[in-house]
């Protein structure tokens, strides 16, 4: 009798061990993961706003560091780069100059932009937090790039950034 009040006893620890090491992995997977993506498109604006412009932006998270790529079509003026708190459809304060951190490069009718950031980049609600805090907004959907020109100051072009692999908008 003892023993089988036992053996219960080592199943229903176990399954709760393995329950807990479950939802600790599953909780952590945002913060794991390491590559982002955003497809920038006009009408992904708040509101629209009539472009042909487009672009991806790319994020790669390796230790302390952020390496971000942008490339752009359709437009040249590139006025302002900025990674923004905000879920789509709603405008959001910037919390990363992508301009500062980066390097901007123009081509015949396109921009690319590269560059590394940390988290002593951070600025409006994101300053002074740890790089993490960025990574878990990233792969939460609470985080966009906007793409500024002088014909559209406001932003001309946004993209939610999303996990890699994750279908985008």
Do not use: C, W
Request: net charge positive; charged share 20%; no cysteine.
């Amino acid at each position: 009798m003892q023993y089988n009040k036992t053996l219960h006893l080592v199943i229903l620890v176990s399954a709760l061990l393995s329950l807990l090491l479950v939802s600790t992995a599953y909780s952590n997977f945002t913060y794991a993961q390491s590559k982002f993506r955003a497809k920038l498109d006009a009408n992904n604006e708040v509101p629209p706003v009539n472009s042909t412009a487009e672009g991806v932006a790319t994020f790669k998270v390796k230790d302390d560091t952020i390496t971000s790529k942008i490339n752009i079509t359709g437009i040249t003026d590139v006025s302002g780069a900025q990674i923004h708190t905000g879920k789509s459809g709603e405008n959001g304060d910037p919390i990363v100059d992508l301009l500062k951190t980066g390097e901007k490069t123009k081509t015949s009718g396109a921009v690319t932009i590269k560059g590394n950031f940390t988290a002593s980049d951070f600025e409006g609600s994101m300053k002074g937090k740890a790089l993490s805090a960025l990574q878990s907004a990233m792969g939460t959907n609470e985080t966009y790039v906007n793409i500024k020109t002088s014909d559209h100051p406001d932003g001309e072009i946004r993209g939610q950034i999303k996990v890699k692999g994750k279908p985008t908008q």
